[in-house]
């Protein structure tokens, strides 16, 4: 053997030596925690923070800077029916959005591979991540969710279409305890953007892909006797062995339920008049500095009636960060009062494409309303109605844009013109395209009767949601411009939990909701054609989520526009997936499924000076969750 070769086995060897023990070093690292889990570990009640952290901890970079331990972040929420204010907060997906929602970054899984075209995902899982109550997560917990709960019909009656291509469901299997790969017939191009989205809770509980295996087995049937769990489930209250089931996996409410988000709920929300939520002694990401997050100790939530209490208490300086329900007229109120407040106003930018739209029911129970309302005409009439500038002006300040509901310039899918169609205000075309629709009889007070002869009586249903704008105001005013064109028109509000029923039912003659989401490349099939049953036509969206199985098949152009979305999402060729999401969007504001008002209108959020790290400007975006890629863990308290 050569001189130079020992040498160079030698210096093998020696490298060999440093890594090793350099990884070493590196699984060892000393981290740092709060002081309240310092304690803790004192008392012998929780184990080190290194052993309640994962091998590779997600390390979150600060907005400004390394933040303190401690404090209570106080914001306002209207109850029950507003649960989803904590949907990002909780939300942590396989994979999540960049903190600009411009890009796919690693979460729960620190890795994952695209193989055979976009048809197979492979996710890598994050070894020794735990629970909140120090279970280890693995790849049973998301196999549960696969296997126990979308497979089971009582407690998943159709498959969530986001999971779905070419009418055929994801397969999904368990390759070890820490990798999981999920397999599509076709290609499925925006599965990653979907699970941004969908896969934390952003679409409802159901679409959460991992859940706590080893907590809600004792609620299924297939791990606990059926007799046992419904006689439970009448004991706590419920009709059904699901309905428990579906109380326990409320991550949202139940303090018993297992998290894997900076904070857990420790007090049940109903009957509260402020609702607790504290850290999670088991979170797994850190700062730079190796300080485990969340810095901030718990949240508390004050329940109050409505969007006004809310901005009377950010007024008055009890919120430290509130990123809903502050309401955009009451702009110039608060910047008056910043100083005195001690707090500081944002204004974040949204990509929503109209922030009050009208969504007449496509699959109305009454069958001439039904006719009616799946005339486009009619909806296009109402739409010239609408005198959008005056909205504008007296609800948003000057600062949204008379607009459309379409999507946003910065969508890929965008064409130019769009946001003007059937926008001006225009009481002549009104009448001229209602006429159109077989409404141009009238009785003795000039109103327009229904193409039976019976007197047209419609109702909008909504409830106030103030973070869109004030649409209690803007309802009031619509009401008019259609009253004023003949049609004889009431409005109701009501609370979040109750509506959330009504528009997902064949009763309601139009609803309101905000409509957009159009920022990333992921189109939200939601706000462009029906397809969950609270967006205007419930019986379609449920044959298009169930593949056929359930409700009513459309026909025509909303027919055209699912088949086209499905084309969309297994369509890999960038080029072509441009051009069929632009006809898609197109053929979406030809038909006006939903009718705008006003779009682009800036959100306000109200921050105290001390509270800090977050963004001075960000989008404010559902389909981002809105505060979620801004990493509310590394938000703290300054004293």
Wanted: with cysteine.
């Amino acid at each position: 053997m050569s001189r130079v070769f020992k040498v160079f086995i030698i210096l093998v060897l020696v490298l060999g030596l440093v890594l090793s023990l350099g990884s070493v070093g590196f699984s060892q690292k000393k981290y740092n925690e709060s002081p309240i889990l310092s304690e803790l570990v004192k008392q012998g009640k929780l184990p080190p923070v290194e052993k309640r952290l994962p091998d590779n901890p997600l390390v979150i970079e600060p907005v400004e800077e390394i933040g303190k331990y401690g404090g209570t972040w106080r914001f306002a929420m209207l109850g029950p029916g507003d649960i989803s204010i904590y949907v990002p907060i909780f939300s942590e997906p396989l994979v999540k959005w960049n903190r600009t929602g411009n890009g796919i970054i690693p979460n729960v899984a620190e890795k994952w591979e695209i193989k055979r075209a976009y048809r197979e995902f492979i996710f890598y899982l994050r070894k020794g991540l735990k629970w909140s109550d120090g279970q280890p997560l693995t790849a049973d917990d998301i196999m549960f969710w696969y296997e126990d709960i979308l497979q089971n019909k009582e407690l998943a009656p159709s498959f969530p279409s986001w999971l779905v291509v070419d009418g055929v469901p994801v397969v999904v299997k368990k390759i070890n305890d820490y990798t999981v790969s999920f397999t599509f017939k076709e290609p499925n191009v925006v599965f990653l953007e979907n699970i941004c989205f969908q896969g934390g809770g952003g679409a409802g509980t159901l679409s959460i892909m991992i859940h706590p295996k080893h907590y809600l087995k004792q609620f299924h049937p297939k791990y606990t006797a059926k007799e046992q769990l419904e006689k439970t489930a009448k004991e706590m209250g419920f009709n059904t062995w699901y309905a428990l089931f579906w109380n326990r996996a409320d991550l949202y409410t139940n303090p018993d339920c297992p998290v894997i988000s900076p904070w857990k709920v420790t007090t049940p929300l109903a009957g509260k008049s402020v609702h607790i939520l504290e850290r999670n002694p088991y979170y797994w990401k850190v700062d730079p500095a190796g300080n485990q997050l969340p810095y901030i100790d718990r949240i508390a939530a004050s329940v109050v009636e409505n969007a006004e209490v809310v901005n009377m208490k950010a007024l008055s300086g009890e919120l430290d960060f509130q990123y809903k329900h502050i309401l955009l007229s009451n702009y110039p109120l608060f910047k008056e009062n910043e100083a005195k407040g001690g707090y500081s106003v944002l204004l974040w930018p949204t990509a929503l494409g109209s922030n009050c739209a009208f969504m007449p029911n496509l699959t109305h129970k009454d069958p001439v309303l039904k006719a009616l309302f799946n005339n486009k005409n009619f909806r296009i009439g109402l739409s010239y109605a609408i005198n959008r500038d005056e909205i504008n002006k007296l609800f948003y300040l000057g600062l949204a844009q008379p607009r459309h509901a379409t999507v946003v310039p910065e969508c890929p899918y965008y064409t130019p013109g769009l946001e003007k169609l059937y926008a001006e205000y225009d009481p002549k075309k009104a009448n001229e395209y209602l006429d159109r629709a077989g409404l141009k009889k009238r009785d003795k007070d000039g109103y327009r009767l229904r193409p039976d002869g019976k007197p047209l009586q419609l109702t909008i249903e909504f409830t106030p949601v103030g973070e869109f704008g004030p649409w209690a105001d803007i309802v009031e005013l619509v009401t008019k411009y259609w009253n004023a064109v003949g049609l004889r028109v009431a409005y109701k509000s009501m609370d979040r939990a109750l509506y959330d029923i009504r528009r997902a039912s064949t009763e309601f003659d139009i609803m309101v909701w905000a409509w957009g989401r159009g920022l990333t490349p992921l189109i939200q099939p939601v706000f462009i054609f029906p397809v969950i049953p609270t967006t205007g036509a419930p019986l379609y969206a449920q044959w298009y989520s169930s593949g056929g199985k359930t409700g009513e098949k459309p026909t025509g152009d909303i027919l055209r526009a699912m088949y086209m979305y499905d084309r969309f999402k297994r369509t890999i060729d960038d080029a072509e997936r441009v051009r069929i999401g632009k006809e898609l969007i197109k053929l979406s504001a030809e038909n006006a499924w939903s009718i705008g008002t006003v779009g682009l209108a800036p959100t306000p959020l109200i921050v105290k000076k001390n509270f800090k790290n977050v963004p001075q400007r960000s989008f404010y975006e559902w389909l981002l969750l809105q505060i979620a890629n801004t990493n509310p863990e590394q938000y703290f308290i300054k004293d």
